[in-house]
Structure formats: structure tokens, C-alpha cells
């Protein structure tokens, strides 16, 4: 089966465009606004989608994490049940210091944590991937559990390991 459309233009699509075009200012909504903000842009998806395609927002929620180096926010997408279709999302965007700003720039990176089933096509599983800035969707395998905490982990842990840049 295909992922159902509202889903994965929310999760995979506007989502993804809204963050890496300007992260400042989607994380300034998102903790401005909180659940209406994602709500907000949930229902107007909807509206261009035609009346059968439209799924309600249940279960869309967020938690937003400020380090003094970083801040990453993920948002809950209602119940994945389609081979594609985001469980969660991750927007991870490293602060520099002002004196590096200017020179480096933000550093956007938007991961998904998908809905996935194992080989005997039953048993599901999650997988964790990554949307570049070029629009490359990377695949890095079997993903953490779909919970805050454990996709948030999971981020940071590949945020650190980059010793390049994929953008």
C-alpha cells in the first residue's frame, strides 16, 4: 500500500519545506503556537486534498528541546499505517555562537522516524531516516522505538557522528 496522501505531505513534504527553508522561523511558531500551528497547517492540507483523503489530527502533538548548542524539536504525526508514513519527525538546528553565526550559518537537518515492516511483510518496525536540504531522503535502518525520547536520542547520536556534511 501507498502512504495515505495527507499524511505524507504533512510529515514528508511541507513539513520538511517549512523547516529547512527557515528553521528560526518554524521553531519560533512551533513554540509560539504550539499544537495549533502544526494543527493549523495539518487542516489546510486538507483542504486542497479531496474529501475521502482527509485524515483527522489525532495524536498530533510536540516536544520541543533547547540546549545551549542546539535545539530539536519533534512533532507526533496521527498513527502511521502505511509503509512510509512518518510516526515522528525530528528538527534538529545547531546554534553557533554569534561571532560564528554570520560565517556558518544555521544548520537545519530534518529526520523522520517511519513506519516500516520487517521481511515477513507483517511485523513492524521503525525506520529512521533523514531529508537533506538537497531533498536526498537517506536511509539509516531500523529506528528506535517511536517515542519522544528515544527518536530524540537517536537524533543527537547521528547529529554527533557526522564527520561530513550532507547538505
Known amino acids: 500500500m501507498q502512504p495515505r496522501d495527507h499524511h505524507y505531505i504533512f510529515g514528508h513534504l511541507v513539513l520538511r519545506n517549512m523547516f529547512l527553508s527557515e528553521p528560526e522561523r518554524f521553531l519560533a511558531h512551533l513554540q509560539r503556537e504550539g499544537t495549533k500551528f502544526l494543527d493549523g497547517i495539518w487542516q489546510r492540507i486538507g483542504q486542497d486534498l479531496p474529501k475521502k483523503k482527509v ?3 489525532t495524536g498530533l502533538a510536540y516536544d ?22 512518518a510516526m515522528l519527525v525530528g528538527c534538529h538546528l545547531r546554534r553557533f555562537p ?23 511483510l507483517q511485523t513492524p518496525r521503525t525506520v ?24 530524540a536520542a537517536a537524533i543527537r547520536e547521528r547529529v554527533g557522528a557526522s564527520s561530513h556534511l550532507l547538505h
Open 55 to 57: 485524515l483527522p489530527p
Open 128 to 151: 529512521f531516516c533523514e531529508w537533506t536540504s538537497l531533498g536526498a531522503h537517506v536511509n539509516y535502518g531500523d529506528g528506535p522505538p517511536a517515542e519522544f525520547a528515544a527518536f
Open 98 to 120: 554569534p561571532e560564528e553565526k554570520a560565517a556558518a550559518g544555521p544548520f537545519p537537518r530534518f529526520f523522520t522516524l517511519e513506519y516500516g515492516v520487517c521481511e515477513d
Open 64 to 85: 520541543l528541546q533547547v540546549e545551549p548548542d542546539s535545539v530539536l524539536a519533534i512533532v507526533r504525526l496521527p498513527p502511521a499505517t502505511e509503509i512510509a508514513e
